[in-house]
C-alpha cells in the first residue's frame, strides 16, 4: 500500500505546530498501526530528518499510552480497540490519512503526537484507591460475599485503561467517562465504601481544577472508548455524588 500521511509536527506545548505530509509506500496490511509509524520513522531517521514522537509502551491493547487521533476519531475507525491493536488493513491502497495528538487543555502537547495525560494521574491519586488494613489481621478479599451482577459492574469499570479517548471525543473535552469509571469500580464493592464519600468529592473536584469540561450527555466518549466502558457508570458517579455532597 502507498500512504499519504498528513501528520501533526510541534516541538513542545507553547510552539505553534502543523501539518506535515509523509509520502509512505510499502505499507503491508498486517501492520498494526504503530508499526506503519516505526517504518516511516526509520525512513526519517535514515533522511537526517526527526522522527515523528508518539506515545505507547505495551503494544497489545493493556497499557492506554498510544493515544492518536486518526482520522478525526481517537483510536482511528475501528471499535473497541487500541491504536496499537489498529491493523493498516483498515485502509485503502492511495489513502491519505490524517494522524494528530488527543487534543484537550487539560493534555498539552510534550511533542508532536504525544500528549501529557498525568491529570488523569492526579485524579487517580485523589481518591481512586482503598484503605487495607495490614497489620497482622487482614481478611482474604474472597471471605467478603458480592453479588455477581456488582462483581461484574465493578470488573468492567475497573478495565479502563486511562488512555484518554474519552476526552478526545468529547466536543466538552470532559473526564467524566474516565473519573467514573474509576470511582465506580469501588463504588460498587463494600471494599470501597470505608473512603467512599471523600473519594467521590475529591476526584470530581480534582477532575474540575485540571480543567476538563462538563458532561452534556452526548455519548461520544462510549463509543469511542476502547473498552466499551458505559455511560451507567457515569450515572453512578452522579448518584455518588449528589449523596455523598449531602452527607457533607
Ligand atoms: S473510559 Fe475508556 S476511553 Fe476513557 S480513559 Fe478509560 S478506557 Fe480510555
Ligand atoms: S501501547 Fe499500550 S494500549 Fe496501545
Same mark, same amino acid.
Given at each position: *500500500? ?7 509536527? !510541534? ?9 506535515? !505530509? ?10 498494526s498501526f504503530l508499526e *506503519?509509524l ?16 508518539f506515545d505507547h509502551d505495551c503494544r497489545e491493547g493493556i497499557c492506554g499510552a498510544c493515544s492518536l487521533q486518526i482520522?478525526?476519531?481517537p483510536h482511528g475507525?475501528?471499535?473497541?480497540i487500541t491504536t496499537c491493536q489498529l ?12 494522524i494528530?495528538p488527543f487534543?484537550? $487543555? ?7 503526537l504525544m500528549v501529557?495525560r #498525568? ?13 487495607? $488494613?495490614? #497489620? ?25 485503561i486511562?488512555c484518554g479517548a ?5 466536543? $466538552?473535552? #470532559?473526564? *467524566?467517562?474516565?473519573? #467514573? ?24 473536584? !480534582? *477532575? ?18 476502547p ?10 458517579? $452522579? ?10
Amino acid at each position: *500500500m502507498k500512504l499519504n500521511l498528513k501528520i501533526w509536527r !510541534q516541538n513542545d506545548a507553547k510552539s505553534k505546530g502543523k501539518m506535515v !505530509q509523509y509520502p509512505l509506500d510499502g505499507v503491508d496490511g498486517d501492520m498494526s498501526f504503530l508499526e *506503519m509509524l516505526d517504518v516511516l520513522n526509520e525512513e526519517l531517521i535514515n533522511k537526517g530528518e526527526e522522527p515523528v514522537e508518539f506515545d505507547h509502551d505495551c503494544r497489545e491493547g493493556i497499557c492506554g499510552a498510544c493515544s492518536l487521533q486518526i482520522n478525526g476519531e481517537p483510536h482511528g475507525p475501528d471499535r473497541k480497540i487500541t491504536t496499537c491493536q489498529l491493523h493498516m488493513r483498515k485502509f485503502n491502497d492511495g489513502d491519505t490519512i490524517v494522524i494528530e495528538p488527543f487534543r484537550a $487543555n487539560a493534555f498539552p502537547v510534550i511533542k508532536d503526537l504525544m500528549v501529557d495525560r #498525568s491529570a488523569f494521574d492526579r485524579i487517580q491519586q485523589a481518591g481512586g484507591y482503598i484503605s487495607v $488494613n495490614t #497489620s497482622g489481621n487482614t481478611v482474604d478479599a474472597n471471605a467478603i460475599p458480592i453479588e455477581k451482577e456488582k462483581a461484574d459492574d465493578a470488573f468492567n469499570a475497573a478495565t479502563c485503561i486511562g488512555c484518554g479517548a474519552c476526552v478526545a471525543a468529547c466536543k $466538552n473535552a #470532559s473526564a *467524566m467517562l474516565f473519573t #467514573s469509571a474509576k470511582v465506580s469500580q469501588f463504588a460498587l464493592l463494600p471494599q470501597g465504601q470505608v473512603e467512599a464519600t471523600d473519594r467521590v468529592l475529591n476526584m470530581v473536584r !480534582q *477532575m474540575d481544577l485540571e480543567g476538563f469540561g462538563n458532561c452534556t450527555n452526548t455519548g461520544a466518549c462510549e463509543v469511542e472508548c476502547p473498552k466499551g466502558i458505559s455511560l451507567e457508570n457515569i450515572a453512578r458517579m $452522579n448518584r455518588e455524588y449528589v449523596s455523598a455532597s449531602v452527607k457533607g
